[in-house]
């Protein structure tokens, strides 16, 4: 299944539509903005906070069900359903998204956090040794969430990308990792990162700017755009970074050397998936148990070669197993 091409109409074909759903969008920022300036004391209030934490601590079905649409926002996630979606449903969806969701975090929470410097509500128990503003789980839930809704264009999907990411704000809070306030600026950062990408991507689709650079100098820039933005003083530079720069190489090497059809029968997608996944979480969790990650070099390394599996090492086994074919057509 390829993509309907990514044109100036965002949400619908309908030009109508379109720009009632541009300015609707555009009010809802604005309102947000003006609700976060107005009641910034008391969306960071402590007292206000814990008692919406109080909820759920002494509940054990609710404190397991937000811990897990809490899940659904995490990078963690993202990274095996967008590599999912990339082995069995649409390159293209699944390789932009990789490349969205760690510059969405990593634009919209990261740098952001590091500069405003405000501290996690102190809830006992909870720990987490960064800082609060803006919620890098809602802008990155509003990001990817969004960006599917919107490339995908189906009504369930928008009802599903609204609902999930006010869960996963609500989870962030009840869990008492954030203030209601980070929750807001999550969702107006992500909102702004989101146009932003989607208008840029459009402007290089369009001027075909890819076309001028030789396959040498994609590969390099793909590697040293990320190498040069993980040296920024953001806690997770190294991290998101590294799943850019796997995902890039991956895929520029997957495209000229491979071109794997994403098809085929359910168990060959099934295969795909698990065997996907169980190499993954072996790169995460047990190369990152072995290589010291408070070394940034390490980090990036193990996080780029987590999404270089995902867009060139996995496609490649597939086809040497017979578990996907090569494209000959594109």
């Not at 990408?197 to 650079?213: A, D, P, Q, V």
């Not at 059809?261 to 060959?268: E, F, I, R």
Request: include cysteine; hydrophobic fraction near 50%.
């Amino acid at each position: 299944m390829e993509l309907p091409p990514l044109s100036g109409n965002i949400f619908s074909t309908n030009h109508k539509i379109e720009r009632v759903s541009r300015w609707f969008c555009l009010f809802f920022i604005v309102f947000l903005s003006i609700i976060l300036y107005q009641f910034w004391y008391p969306l960071r209030d402590t007292e206000f906070t814990y008692s919406i934490v109080s909820t759920t601590v002494y509940n054990p079905v609710l404190l397991y069900l937000f811990r897990v649409i809490t899940t659904l926002g995490s990078e963690g996630f993202f990274l095996v359903f967008l590599s999912a979606i990339y082995w069995s449903y649409n390159k293209s969806l699944g390789f932009w998204g990789l490349i969205l969701m760690p510059l969405a975090i990593f634009v919209t929470s990261e740098i952001p956090k590091d500069i405003i410097r405000l501290p996690r509500p102190d809830v006992r128990g909870i720990t987490v040794p960064t800082y609060t503003f803006p919620s890098g789980h809602t802008s990155g839930a509003v990001s990817v969430w969004g960006y599917m809704a919107i490339m995908l264009k189906k009504r369930w999907l928008w009802i599903w990308a609204v609902v999930i990411v006010l869960l996963i704000g609500l989870s962030r809070v009840t869990l008492g990792y954030h203030y209601p306030g980070d929750v807001i600026g999550g969702i107006v950062t992500g909102m702004v990162f989101l146009a932003i990408f989607l208008i840029t991507g459009i402007g290089m689709i369009e001027s075909r700017i890819h076309e001028k650079f030789s396959f040498s100098m994609l590969i390099l820039l793909a590697l040293v755009i990320p190498i040069g933005l993980s040296l920024l003083p953001a806690t997770y530079a190294p991290n998101l970074m590294g799943y850019l720069a796997g995902a890039g190489v991956g895929r520029l090497l997957e495209k000229e050397k491979l071109n794997f059809d994403q098809g085929g029968h359910w168990y060959q997608h099934l295969a795909r998936s698990l065997i996907g996944m169980f190499v993954i979480a072996l790169i995460i969790l047990e190369l990152g148990a072995i290589l010291p990650t408070n070394i940034p070099v390490f980090t990036f390394t193990i996080h780029a070669l987590s999404t270089f599996w995902a867009t060139y090492l996995a496609p490649l086994i597939f086809v040497k197993t017979g578990l996907a074919q090569v494209n000959n057509y594109n």
